[in-house]
C-alpha cells in the first residue's frame, strides 16, 4: 500500500527525476515484453529490474509523488499557517484520485470533488478520513447518500438548503455545509446582492451547520481588476456577516491563480488544483513558487518505416512527405487523452531529441517523423508530455499547440492509460484497467 504518511523530500536535482527512467527503458532488451501486474507491488529499481512495470506498456502516465510533495511544500511556504482544500476531483484531474488522496490525507485540510460518486470513492475505496466538499450542486436524489458517507455540501441554492435541512432533521443528524456566493463566477452560488440574508437565514436553520463561506474566481490569472472586485465584494459580504453575528469559520475563496496572484484572497482557506499538480495555471502568470509537473506521458515507437517523398500519412491524407524519410510509429493516439487537434501540430521527444507529429493523430496511433534523430529503434520510449534529459514538453505546451487548457490535457488522459505511481524512483503502484 501507499505510504500516506511519508515525509517531503528535500530539493531533488531533475536528472534524478522518475521522468529520466522512462528513458532508460530504452536499452531494456525486453521491450514489449507482455504486461505483467504489480499492482500494489513496491519494485525497487536495481540495474537488473529496471521500472518493470512499464514494459509492455503502448503508453503510460507517470506520477511522480515527490514532485506532488514538492509542490504542496512549495505552496505551505508561501501560505504560511492557512488551511489548503486540495482540488481532486476528476480523478486529481487524471492523475488518479484515491493514490493522491492517500498521498495528502494528512497534509490538507479538505479534498475537493465535484460529486457524490468521486467522495463516495474516496471514501470507501480511498478509506480518506479528511473533510470531502462537494464543490458543485448535486441532484436532490443525492442528498440521503451525503449523510451515509461524511461528505459535506456546498449550498448554491435555496430550495437544495431547504431538502438538505429536512433530511438532516428526519434522520436528527445537523450537517455542516459551505455556502458558495456568485461574486462573479457567473456559474453557481448565492446571487451576490441577496447572499447576506439568505446566509443569516440559512445559519438559523438548527440542523445546518455553515462551516464555511466561498467564492469563485474566473480569471484571477488574466483579468486583475476583476479578481480584486470579487475580493472587495467578498469581504464586505464577510463583515456584513460578521457585524449580525454570523461567522463562518472558513472563508474561502482563491483557486491556483488566485493563491498565485492575490495574497488577499488566502483568507482561511485556499482551494488549489492545478498548483499542486505542478502547472502554472497560465504561461503569463507572475511565477512565485517553483512547481515540478506531477504527471508525465510516455510512449513507445512500435514501427519504424523509410518512406519516400511525396507519400501522404494518415487519415485524409493532411501531410505529405516533403523528403525522403524516416517514420515512426508511436503508441498513443485519441483515444488515450492524445488530443487529434495536435495532428501536424505538436512535439514530442525521442530520448532528448525533438520529432514533430506527422498527419493526423489517430485513436491508439501517431506518426512522428525521426529523419534527422540517430539511431532511433523500435521500442524506444517517447515523451509526449514530461522531460526527458534536458528537454520538457509541459502541459501548457501541449494545451497552446491543441489550442485548449492545461487543464483538459491533463484530465483527459484516458482510463486505459495506466498510472505508475513513482515515489524515489520505486514504482508503488501500477494502475490499469486490470488493476483499479
Ligand atoms: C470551485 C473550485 N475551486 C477550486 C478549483 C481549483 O482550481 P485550480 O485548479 O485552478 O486551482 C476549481 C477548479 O475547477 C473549482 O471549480
Not at 486529481?92 to 463516495?120: P, R, S, T, W
Not at 488549489?272 to 506521458?297: E, F, K, R
Not at 501541449?398 to 505508475?420: D, G, M, Q
Amino acid at each position: 500500500m501507499m505510504d500516506s504518511e511519508s515525509t517531503e523530500k528535500p530539493k531533488r536535482s531533475l536528472r534524478k527525476r522518475p521522468e529520466s527512467l522512462g528513458t532508460t527503458l530504452c536499452d531494456d532488451s525486453k521491450q514489449f515484453a507482455p504486461a505483467k501486474s504489480h499492482s500494489n507491488q513496491s519494485l525497487h529499481l536495481t540495474p537488473k529490474n529496471k521500472l518493470q512495470p512499464t514494459e509492455g506498456k503502448r503508453i503510460w502516465a507517470e506520477i511522480d509523488l515527490n514532485a506532488l510533495q514538492e509542490n504542496l511544500a512549495s505552496v505551505k511556504k508561501v501560505l504560511g499557517n492557512k488551511k489548503i482544500l486540495l482540488a481532486i476531483k476528476a480523478d486529481a484531474y487524471g492523475h488518479g484520485a484515491k493514490e493522491i488522496a492517500a498521498q495528502l490525507d494528512a497534509k490538507v485540510d479538505m479534498f475537493g470533488v465535484a460529486g457524490i460518486e468521486e467522495g463516495i470513492n474516496l471514501r470507501t475505496n480511498g478509506k480518506i478520513t479528511a473533510p470531502i466538499l462537494i464543490l458543485s450542486p448535486i441532484p436532490y436524489y443525492e442528498i440521503d447518500a451525503l449523510f451515509n458517507h461524511n461528505l459535506t455540501p456546498s449550498i448554491t441554492e435555496i430550495e437544495f438548503a431547504r431538502r438538505l435541512a429536512l433530511e438532516a432533521k428526519k434522520q436528527a443528524k445537523p450537517i455542516k455545509v459551505h455556502i458558495e456566493v456568485d461574486t462573479g463566477m457567473g456559474r453557481t452560488g448565492l446571487p451576490y446582492e441577496e447572499a447576506a440574508d439568505t446566509i443569516v437565514e440559512l445559519n438559523s436553520n438548527p440542523y445546518l451547520k455553515v462551516e464555511g463561506v466561498f467564492t469563485h474566481f474566473p480569471a484571477a490569472d488574466v483579468d486583475f481588476s476583476f479578481t480584486n472586485q470579487q475580493i472587495e465584494k467578498y469581504s464586505s459580504l464577510i463583515e456584513s456577516l460578521n457585524q449580525v453575528g454570523v461567522k463562518p469559520i472558513i472563508r474561502h475563496v482563491a483557486n491556483s491563480a488566485g493563491f498565485l496572484n492575490f495574497s488577499a484572497s488566502h483568507f482561511d482557506m485556499i482551494r488549489p488544483g492545478l498548483v499542486i499538480y505542478g502547472i502554472n495555471p497560465n504561461s503569463a502568470t507572475s511565477q512565485t513558487i517553483s512547481l515540478n509537473p506531477v504527471m508525465s506521458l510516455r510512449s513507445r515507437i512500435v514501427n519504424l518505416r523509410k518512406i519516400p517523398k511525396g507519400q501522404s500519412i494518415s487519415y485524409e491524407r493532411t501531410y505529405f512527405t516533403k523528403r525522403d524519410s524516416l517514420i515512426a510509429v508511436i503508441t498513443a493516439g485519441y483515444g488515450d487523452g492524445y488530443p487529434w487537434s495536435l495532428s501536424n501540430n505538436a512535439e514530442v521527444l525521442v530520448s532528448e531529441d525533438r520529432a514533430k507529429v506527422v498527419g493526423n493523430v489517430c485513436m491508439d496511433l501517431t506518426m512522428i517523423d525521426v529523419t534527422d534523430i540517430p539511431n532511433v529503434k523500435i521500442g524506444d520510449v517517447v515523451t509526449l508530455m514530461g522531460s526527458s534529459g534536458k528537454e520538457t514538453i509541459s502541459a501548457n505546451d501541449l494545451a497552446n499547440w491543441a489550442k485548449t487548457i492545461p487543464y483538459e490535457i491533463i484530465t483527459r488522459i484516458s482510463p486505459r492509460v495506466p498510472r505508475v505511481f513513482i515515489q524515489d524512483q520505486t514504482v508503488l503502484r501500477v494502475r490499469d484497467l486490470l488493476n483499479l
